[in-house]
């Protein structure tokens, strides 16, 4: 599957800022869910998201004026 407008998403993440600190983490919880395209995540994460497949592991760095 590959994520585009519409798809039922769900991930597990871990938040670090510049300086490699862990700020937020889904391990040992659900995976975060949201609808691709719905705005229901921040900008810079919603499109590196997209044409992602399924199961893929990656780094996204949303700069500040696309959080």
């Keep these: 599957m590959t994520i585009s407008n519409n798809s039922v998403v769900s991930f597990h993440y871990t938040l670090r800022n510049n300086e490699g600190e862990t700020l937020d983490s889904s391990s040992g919880r659900d995976a975060f869910a949201y609808i691709q395209g719905a705005h229901q995540i921040v900008p810079g994460l919603?499109?590196?998201m997209e044409g992602r497949k399924a199961g893929e592991k990656f780094t996204a760095v949303?700069?500040?004026?696309m959080g």
Excluded at 62 to 65: A, S
């Design 62 to 65: 949303v700069p500040p004026d």
């Design 46 to 48: 919603e499109q590196q």
